[in-house]
T-cell receptor
Framework: AQRVTQPEKLLSVFKGAPVELKCNYSYSGSPELFWYVQYSRQRLQLLLRHISRESIKGFTADLNKGETSFHLKKPFAQEEDSAMYYCALSPTSGSRLTFGEGTQLTVNP | DGGITQSPKYLFRKEGQNVTLSCEQNLNHDAMYWYRQDPGQGLRLIYYSQIVNDFQKGDIAEGYSVSREKKESFPLTVTSAQKNPTAFYLC?????????????FGPGTRLTVL
C-alpha cells in the first residue's frame, strides 16, 4: 500500500529565511510525486511535480529515491507563501492520488 | 477556476438523511474524483471515475455512493450509513487517468450533520 507522510503539521518561519517542507513516501514502484498548495480562501492547486523538474514561485523539490523523500524547498520565504501544503503520490499506473496530512506554513514579517 | 464547480457551498443535514453533493466540470475531462478533507488527515479518496458509466471505490467509500451518467457530472451521495459525515468535500477532475495527469479541484462543499 502507498503512503505519504508529512511530519510537520505546522511550520513557521520569518520572511527571507529558507524553508523546507518535508515529505516521505512508501511505495514499491516508481511513483509520480506532487506538491499541492491551498492558499487561504482559494482552491487546492498543483504547485509542482517531480517529473517536470521545474521551479514554481521559487519552490523546488527533488525526488530522493534512496531516502524515499520529496521535500519542498525555497531559499527565501515570502509572506505570500503562507498556505497549506500537501504532498501527494500517484502510482505508476493510474491517476488516483494519495495525499499526506498537510503542513500549514506561516511566513512571519 | 470556473471549470469545475461544486454546489452547494454549505450543506446541513439531519442525522438519518441522505444528501447529494453536486460536481460539474466543463473542461471535457474524462476522469473525476471525490475527496474528503479533515483537519490533520489530509485528503482521502472516496470514489473516482476514469470514464463515463464507470467508477471505482477509493480508500473510504463506505457510506457513500456515486454515479457517472454524464461526462461533465459526478454527484456524490452521502448516505445515512456514513458514520461521521461532517467534513469538507472536494471534487476534482483530470484530462485522463494517467499518472502524470494534473488534477484540478473545485471550491468544495462543507457538510455539517446536525
Amino acid at each position: 500500500a502507498q503512503r505519504v507522510t508529512q511530519p510537520e503539521k505546522l511550520l513557521s518561519v520569518f520572511k527571507g529565511a529558507p524553508v523546507e517542507l518535508k515529505c516521505n513516501y512508501s511505495y514499491s514502484g516508481s511513483p509520480e510525486l506532487f506538491w499541492y498548495v491551498q492558499y487561504s480562501r482559494q482552491r487546492l492547486q498543483l504547485l509542482l511535480r517531480h517529473i517536470s523538474r521545474e521551479s514554481i514561485k521559487g519552490f523546488t523539490a527533488d525526488l530522493n529515491k534512496g531516502e524515499t523523500s520529496f521535500h519542498l524547498k525555497k531559499p527565501f520565504a515570502q509572506e505570500e507563501d503562507s498556505a497549506m501544503y500537501y504532498c501527494a503520490l500517484s502510482p505508476t499506473s493510474g491517476s488516483r492520488l494519495t495525499f499526506g496530512e498537510g503542513t500549514q506554513l506561516t511566513v512571519n514579517p | 477556476d470556473g471549470g469545475i464547480t461544486q454546489s452547494p457551498k454549505y450543506l446541513f443535514r439531519k442525522e438519518g438523511q441522505n444528501v447529494t453533493l453536486s460536481c460539474e466540470q466543463n473542461l471535457n475531462h474524462d476522469a473525476m474524483y471525490w475527496y474528503r478533507q479533515d483537519p490533520g488527515q489530509g485528503l482521502r479518496l472516496i470514489y473516482y471515475s476514469q470514464i463515463v458509466n464507470d467508477f471505482q471505490k477509493g480508500d473510504i467509500a463506505e457510506g457513500y455512493s456515486v454515479s457517472r451518467e454524464k461526462k461533465e457530472s459526478f454527484p456524490l451521495t452521502v448516505t445515512s450509513a456514513q458514520k461521521n459525515p461532517t467534513a469538507f468535500y472536494l471534487c476534482a477532475s483530470s484530462i485522463g487517468a494517467g499518472p502524470g495527469d494534473t488534477q484540478y479541484f473545485g471550491p468544495g462543499t462543507r457538510l455539517t450533520v446536525l
